[in-house]
């Protein structure tokens, strides 16, 4: 069973688009995050959420928009996509903040935009 | 803020050579510190973590040690393998911010036969 899924895989989309990305865990967490992994593999967490309640929101565009139906979902949605907008995208879902227990981390969703 | 250094990679060793990975961190509080280690192709999986100063933390051969007196929690493996070449990440958690997790760049090893 997979613990964090993420779908999907890969997303390839032109300028100007709208897309989402979708995240499901099955691990009974309270907390799920979205991180973005550059070409260099540096990461930086996006948006985190408790509880369907959004506790974290770094410096990110309001292009970004996190949704969280239930504490086993978290989407991300992105609008009016840009060539900078090109990385991998990771869910992870921890229960309790990220220094209680160990980040659990999707495949990622390869995103490309042309 | 709370940051992450890691020693730049590439590092390529021959198997069962020993292995060292530097990370160092700068803090306000008294976070937890972490080794994340991604395979190619799939997501980041906890290795090990240490919750306060003079802790190690162990797994599958590879080892790290909180040295507050450094800011420091290297990682180290005796005996590389082949299945050991991946990206591996130091991270630390501050509660002072807001207990996120916050990553160093990665440092990619490649362990050849």
């Known amino acids: 069973d997979t613990a964090v899924s993420q779908t999907p895989k890969y997303l390839v989309t032109q300028m100007g688009n709208d897309k989402s990305i979708k995240c499901e865990q099955n691990l009974g967490h309270d907390t799920m995050y979205w991180y973005k992994q550059d070409s ?21 565009p309001n292009r970004f928009s996190p949704k969280s139906p239930d504490k086993a979902h978290l989407n991300l949605h992105i609008n009016s996509l840009e060539l900078g907008d090109s990385a991998v995208y990771f869910c992870a879902s921890s229960q309790g903040g990220a220094g209680n227990s160990p980040l659990h981390f999707g495949n990622g969703t390869r995103l490309t935009v042309t | 803020g709370d940051s992450v250094t890691q020693m730049e990679g590439p590092v390529t060793l021959s198997e069962e050579a020993f292995l060292t990975i530097n990370c160092t961190y700068t803090a306000t509080g008294y976070p937890s510190l972490f080794w994340y280690v991604q395979y190619p ?9 240490a919750t306060k100063a003079d802790d190690k933390g162990s797994n599958k051969g590879f080892e790290a040690t909180y040295r507050k007196e450094t800011t420091s929690f290297h990682l180290e493996k005796g005996s590389v393998q082949v299945s050991d070449s991946a990206v591996y990440f130091c991270a630390l958690s501050d509660y002072n911010q807001g207990g996120k997790l916050i990553f160093g760049q990665g440092t990619e090893l490649s362990v050849k036969p």
């Not at chain 1, 593999?41 to 509880?51: A, E, G, P, T």
């Not at chain 2, 997501?43 to 090990?48: D, K, R, T, V």
């Open chain 1, 40 to 60: 260099k593999k540096f990461l930086k967490i996006m948006f985190s959420y408790n509880n369907k309640e959004l506790i974290i929101n770094e410096t990110v």
């Open chain 2, 41 to 49: 192709g799939e997501g980041l999986q906890l290795l090990l973590k």
